[in-house]
């Protein structure tokens, strides 16, 4: 069931009779792997403020450098959140977060590997673990956050390539 046998896509973690399956990916080739993905964290206007006046710092400590703490860990352990996701080596795990405009955080989060299956799940995970921990970190100010969209930038080392770069 897996892959593209009717010319159009289908769900690769099927067997043939349609139960859940990890890929099995011994026959695919060894490649440099990478992925992006981002996220937002929409703060309403005066928390923004607030935290831009504490250089991103709350009760809790320094937000972003927690942020990127908590998302490397996502990122290397996202096997163990994602079922049929395969336990990979990671060789590179990249965090920009700053402000994309007045009231919103933008995180950007790369990760690389040289291997026979891809990280886009591991950089998604890496940055919604982070936005999730800006959350937690800033929710005592108000629990209007908001987060999303959660999206995937760029793809590239296997069949398919996502956005440019």
């Not at 937002?40 to 009760?59: C, H, I, N, W, Y």
Request: charged fraction near 25%.
């Amino acid at each position: 069931m897996a892959g593209k046998k009717s010319g159009k896509p289908e769900l690769t973690h099927l067997d043939a009779a349609g139960r859940p399956a990890m890929v099995d990916v011994g026959d695919k080739a060894v490649t440099v792997r990478t992925a992006s993905a981002s996220a937002d964290v929409r703060f309403p206007k005066t928390v923004a403020e607030q935290l831009r006046g504490q250089g991103m710092r709350s009760a809790k400590g320094a937000i972003i450098d927690t942020a990127i703490i908590a998302g490397t860990m996502a990122v290397k352990n996202t096997a163990q959140w994602i079922p049929f996701c395969h336990a990979l080596a990671i060789e590179g795990c990249d965090f920009s977060i700053d402000w994309h405009d007045r009231q919103t955080l933008r995180i950007l989060c790369t990760v690389r590997v040289t291997g026979k299956t891809g990280v886009e799940m591991e950089a998604l995970t890496g940055t919604s673990a982070a936005a999730l921990t800006v959350y937690d970190m800033c929710k005592a100010l108000s629990h209007a956050i908001e987060i999303g969209p959660v999206k995937l930038r760029h793809k590239q080392g296997g069949k398919r390539r996502v956005g440019g770069k």
